[in-house]
């Protein structure tokens, strides 16, 4: 068949190369969000870029209302949104080396390794495309950690969304899909996702474990309060949903505390239980465990809790001895040693261990409820404080951070404007308090229990008296050490 | 009649050779006649001797000629006979010289004359046939009479050859849509840009009970104003009308047809993402503020490329955007202290590039088809050799004047444009659908003048007469510009 040039308007060479550049270009879109169609099935995701309009969630910051330029604002500032390609980075090429150094020599094993034990938290990823076999696309490393992440897969809700009878919590019912990020307990479940892990949610494994600590990732030491104040806000700071994180910190601290030792302690029933199934699930699972229990400083002078001063560690607490989760379970009072020592590996198996976690899960998730409903009153807080610290300085630098992050939380619900905590006992607990140290390792084995007693109580002492009365608590919570 | 005459008496009152005698009115006549041919013979050596001028003349010319008044021989040839013993002159030679003297000035093409049959050819088509000058100075000389158009386009089939267009219909006699038939060029939406008009329509520009309304807040600064309506703040939805996108303007395809067609009013401006669809749908790269660009719309992808890449570096440099290897944070993480920032913020990554620009892509798909988007497809849009993504005229056969209907209300004619009541929501786009009125839109008033206005039409003008001409020349132009196919 000839070809008219009238009819025409490129030459056949140039109309077969056009239609290749279309095909290209097209599936270039399909494989690059290609969340549309996975495993011949719809994927729940839709992606960001079906956010991204300049009428939706794509405008210009800071112009309109906050919604309309989250995206936007997100993708510049929010770490979350370069949290993929961090994975193409040096220190990432060092990890995973290090979990498996013939990942050195070969792309396809170097993705294998990403796709099975990072992307699920760097990025918004599906099952799927976690076990994936094929090469890791950059494309869907730039995904970083997106919207669906939070607000849940989209593709339930999408429609549903802009309608205005979309309002209030019940959009939050499991049926729709969409995600809770207005209370307290949402947001932080949000968070506990990949901050603490599972193994379960969504389908997806997020273990961060020993083996990626040990490899030379950071260990998760989450805190809702701190995170949600750095996380660069893509909502409206003015609304009445902040109003619920603004009025009290110490709820916030609290409600996360207790959600995060919920989710660690699910995550390690997980973890018990998939090794029951699977030998290859490591168990026990030293993540699960205070970290300096173990990796303490083999130099006699240094070693600073010898075993013999059992007495200065009720929790035996960096004794040398596997505490679970040192982290999460420092001055939970409701937490009983039966409890803890039924998550402590060397006492118990990993059914039984499976079973207690799910107990502790249970019992801390309705702290965190009753908590979210609970009134705190700061100045008890820096008073309980002040007293314990006058007793004794604090056992090990676990103890002695989370009495920073409630004194700091009190202090932020007194509205005290000169407070001065941070500056004067932050620096006390940094791993490098050496600025021209340069260590790889995160250890506080330079901490001075007796310096941070001493600071702590000079900051409290020296605080102008609190300007907020806050009406006292049924419940408040305390920073005592005693299970 | 007197009672005592006989018949015989009465005939002899007139002689009965009455007709063989030359009386005085005789005399007269003749002398009349020969006065008369003197008169004329004198007359015409005058005017012969003076050149003829304003002497031959059937009538002052209109005025868009009246500088030819008195040089005739710019139009007319003298008399030439064929040969110097035949006294009759040749129709070709003739026609052809007066119609190269019209297209010294309008130089426009036939009208189809390669399509007549043979006898058809042999008929007078001298411009004067349609537009007849010496008719005094007011004299509209395009206004042609639907007669002269009938008198082909009646029947089409005995005046041309078979090879003529298929959608001009044979048997036109009539404005109405048993003869002349619906408007051809509206069967089908040619345009490839994916468009809501009834979402565009509603206030905020969502369906009623939908979340997410435009608001004046929202749009480009520099252009809010052009949207504001009166009395509006920054918080109130933005409203549009027809005229917030379609302006009047000149024919676009002013270069191929005749002039006139330029006029102010008779089209409508073509649509532009820029002047139309920017305030709302800006271009915007990760991080964009109000005091930085948009990305430009319909730029070659590797241009588009460069540009996020600097606009990601610069927000970097600035602060008000993130590298990913910034771990930076406000509030100190116990033992992790305020994090470290990147070593090197203006190292954008290839990776980060290509995500972005196909972020874009994906943006651009919301109203383009894949095609329009390839780099190709761009390069020959800014050349301006590609055909227009939405038509620049959609009467392709005919023309309109939307500023001679101005006063008419828009929904008249695209009555689908409009959001309606029986429809919940929106269709995703409409444009696949043609939202012209068709012939029946147009017949109520432009309809033979002796028709009555049919009912219903009162309020169309706000109860002034509806009446307008069906003149074929209203909507339809004979010529071309040379060497132009209609």
């Not at chain 2, 093409?109 to 004067?128: T, Y």
């Not at chain 2, 001409?469 to 196919?485: A, E, M, N, Q, W």
Request: a negative charge.
């Amino acid at each position: 068949m000839k070809c008219n040039p009238g009819l025409c308007c490129v030459s056949p060479p140039d109309f077969g190369r056009l239609v290749i550049q279309l095909m290209i270009f097209v599936s270039s879109i399909f494989i690059i969000f290609g969340e549309a169609v996975a495993d011949g099935q719809e994927s729940p995701l839709v992606g960001r870029a079906s956010c991204a309009a300049s009428t939706c969630h794509g405008g210009a910051v800071d112009r309109g209302p906050a919604w309309n330029h989250a995206l936007t604002k997100w993708l510049a500032q929010d770490p979350h949104a370069g949290a993929g390609l961090l994975l193409r980075d040096e220190d990432s090429r060092a990890i995973v080396t290090a979990l498996e150094p013939q990942a050195a020599d070969s792309k396809e094993i170097f993705d294998q390794v990403l796709r099975k034990r990072c992307i699920s938290c760097h990025t918004t990823a599906t099952a799927s495309e976690c076990k994936s076999d094929q090469r890791l696309t950059d494309a869907l490393l730039a995904r970083g950690v997106s919207c669906e992440s939070c607000h849940g897969a989209a593709r339930s809700w999408l429609a549903a969304h802009v309608q205005s009878d979309w309002q209030g919590s019940q959009r939050f019912q499991p049926q729709t899909g969409l995600l809770d990020t207005e209370s307290v307990i949402g947001r932080a479940d949000g968070c506990l996702r990949c901050h603490v892990g599972s193994r379960r949610e969504d389908g997806l494994i997020r273990d961060m474990n020993h083996d990626l600590i040990a490899a030379g990732h950071p260990a998760l030491r989450f805190d809702l309060l701190l995170y949600n104040e750095n996380l660069p806000s893509h909502w409206d700071e003015s609304g009445t949903v902040e109003q619920a994180f603004d009025e009290s910190a110490l709820r916030v601290r609290s409600v996360g505390r207790a959600s995060s030792l919920s989710a660690a302690a699910a995550l390690s029933g997980q973890r018990a239980a998939d090794h029951q199934s699977d030998p290859g699930v490591p168990w026990p699972e030293l993540s699960d465990y205070d970290c300096f229990a173990c990796h303490q400083s083999l130099s006699i002078s240094e070693y600073r809790l010898p075993a013999s001063e059992k007495n200065r560690s009720p929790l035996r607490i960096s004794d040398g001895l596997p505490i679970w989760n040192a982290w999460h379970t420092i001055g939970q009072k409701e937490l009983s040693r039966k409890n803890l020592q039924a998550l402590s590996p060397q006492r118990i198996g990993a059914k039984a261990m499976a079973a207690a976690a799910s107990n502790v899960s249970s019992q801390y998730r309705q702290q965190a409820i009753n908590h979210e409903k609970a009134t705190f009153d700061p100045q008890s807080v820096i008073e309980q404080l002040r007293s314990v610290l006058q007793d004794s300085p604090p056992r090990d630098w676990h103890e002695a951070a989370i009495q920073y992050l409630s004194a700091d939380a009190a202090v932020r619900d007194l509205k005290s404007k000169q407070s001065t905590l941070r500056e004067q006992l932050e620096p006390l607990l940094r791993f490098n308090r050496d600025a021209n140290e340069n260590t790889l390792y995160q250890s506080p084995a330079k901490f001075d229990p007796n310096e941070f007693q001493k600071a702590m109580l000079d900051a409290l002492t020296s605080r102008p008296p609190g300007d907020v009365a806050v009406t006292s608590a049924a419940e408040v919570p305390t920073i005592t050490d005693q299970p | 009649m007197s009672a005592g005459q006989t018949g015989k008496q009465r005939s002899q009152r007139i002689q009965i050779d009455y007709f063989r005698h030359r009386g005085g009115l005789f005399y007269l006549r003749c002398g009349c006649i020969v006065a008369g041919l003197v008169a004329a013979g004198l007359y015409g050596a005058l005017v012969i001797g003076r050149g003829g001028g304003s002497h031959l003349s059937t009538g002052p010319l209109a005025v868009v000629h009246v500088s030819f008044e008195n040089d005739c021989q710019q139009c007319h040839q003298d008399f030439t006979p064929l040969a110097s013993d035949a006294f009759r002159i040749d129709p070709e030679s003739s026609v052809s010289h007066t119609e190269q003297a019209c297209q010294k000035c309008h130089q426009v093409d036939g009208h189809h004359r390669d399509l007549l049959l043979a006898d058809w050819k042999m008929v007078d088509q001298n411009c004067a046939i349609c537009h007849a000058d010496h008719q005094g100075r007011q004299r509209d000389l395009t206004a042609v009479v639907n007669p002269l158009c009938s008198q082909c386009h009646s029947d089409l089939s005995k005046v041309c050859t078979a090879n003529r267009s298929p959608v001009v219909r044979d048997q036109v006699s009539r404005f109405d849509l048993e003869s002349h038939g619906d408007f051809a060029s509206l069967k089908s939406d040619p345009g490839r840009v994916k468009f809501d008009h009834r979402q565009h329509m509603l206030p905020g520009q969502v369906d009623p009970g939908s979340k997410g309304a435009m608001t004046v807040s929202m749009l480009e600064a520099t252009r809010r104003e052009q949207y504001r309506r009166a009395g509006q703040g920054n918080d109130d939805l933005v409203s549009l009308d027809c005229s917030s996108c379609h302006q009047f303007a000149g024919n676009p395809d002013a270069h191929v047809v005749l002039a006139g067609d330029q006029e102010l009013g008779r089209y409508l401006k073509p649509i532009s993402f820029d002047q139309h669809c920017s305030a709302c749908h800006s271009m915007n790269p990760p991080g964009r503020t109000e005091d930085t660009l948009p990305l430009p719309h319909a730029a070659p992808w590797s241009e588009i490329g460069l540009l996020l890449q600097t606009k990601i570096a610069g927000l970097r440099q600035l602060g008000t955007a993130r590298s990913p290897r910034d771990d930076t944070q406000p509030a100190p993480i116990p033992g992790e202290g305020f994090g470290s920032a990147a070593n090197n913020v203006s190292i954008v990554s290839a990776a980060e590039v290509d995500v972005a620009l196909k972020a874009m892509q994906v943006q651009c798909l919301k109203c383009h088809d894949s095609a329009s988007i390839t780099d190709e497809a761009i390069n020959t849009a800014l050349a301006g050799t590609s055909t227009p993504l939405i038509p620049a005229r959609w009467l392709r056969h005919g023309i309109y004047d939307h500023a001679a209907h101005r006063k008419m209300d828009c929904r008249y004619c695209h009555a689908d444009a409009y959001p309606n009541e029986a429809m919940s929501s929106s269709p995703p786009d409409d444009h696949q659908q043609v939202m012209i009125g068709g012939i029946e839109t147009c017949t109520p008033c432009h309809r033979p003048a002796d028709v009555a206005e049919p009912e219903g039409l009162s309020d169309l003008f706000s109860g002034q007469p509806t009446w307008a001409s069906d003149d074929c020349i209203l909507c339809h132009r004979y010529h071309t510009s040379v060497g132009v196919k209609r």
